[in-house]
């Protein structure tokens, strides 16, 4: 996280300064999809080397994603989500969900994330009280710091 973000007091502002941008997102995204190796994420992206070597760099620095050795035991290396790049499923979720939603023409083919037990789509997913019942954003508001 660069200086002037640390400084920050808002949790999206210091996230974004993490994973905002377009490539970083997907490499999560394709690490979710089980992409481990460099070659693997430049194939499936079509990104440059240089962007995605920065890329990976900075996010295995935020602790979203570890280097481990190849798990066929040969001399390349391995990129894996951790605890806290796992953490990121349900905004990748949110991000994939918007985007069926408003970014298809009805009946548009995509690519769809289903549940491997039972082969069905995700429910929809929604802010939630701590009682359980779904809030919207007027039904919110941002406590700032005085």
């Given amino acids: 996280m660069n200086k ?8 999206v502002a210091r996230a974004l300064d993490v994973v905002g941008d377009r490539w970083s997102l997907l ?34 620095e935020a602790g979203i994603l570890a280097m481990q050795p190849a798990s ?3 001399a390349y290396q391995e990129y894996v989500l951790t605890e806290q790049g796992k953490a990121l ?9 918007w985007g069926e939603r408003h970014l298809f023409a009805e009946n548009e083919p995509h690519s769809e994330l289903v549940e491997k037990k039972t082969g069905k789509p995700l429910q929809v997913m929604t802010p939630q009280a701590i009682d359980g019942h779904a809030v919207s954003p007027d039904d919110t508001e941002v406590r700032k710091l005085a």
Avoid: T, W, Y
Avoid at 32 to 58: P, W, Y
Avoid at 89 to 97: M, S
């Fill in 4 to 11: 002037k973000m640390e400084a920050q007091p808002c949790p």
């Fill in 27 to 60: 490499v999560v995204r394709d690490a979710f999809d089980g992409v481990r190796r460099f070659s693997d994420f430049q194939r499936s992206l079509g990104v440059a080397r240089n962007i995605l070597s920065e890329r990976l760099r900075r996010l295995v």
């Fill in 72 to 74: 066929d035991s040969s």
């Fill in 89 to 97: 499923f349900p905004l990748v979720v949110a991000l994939r969900q």
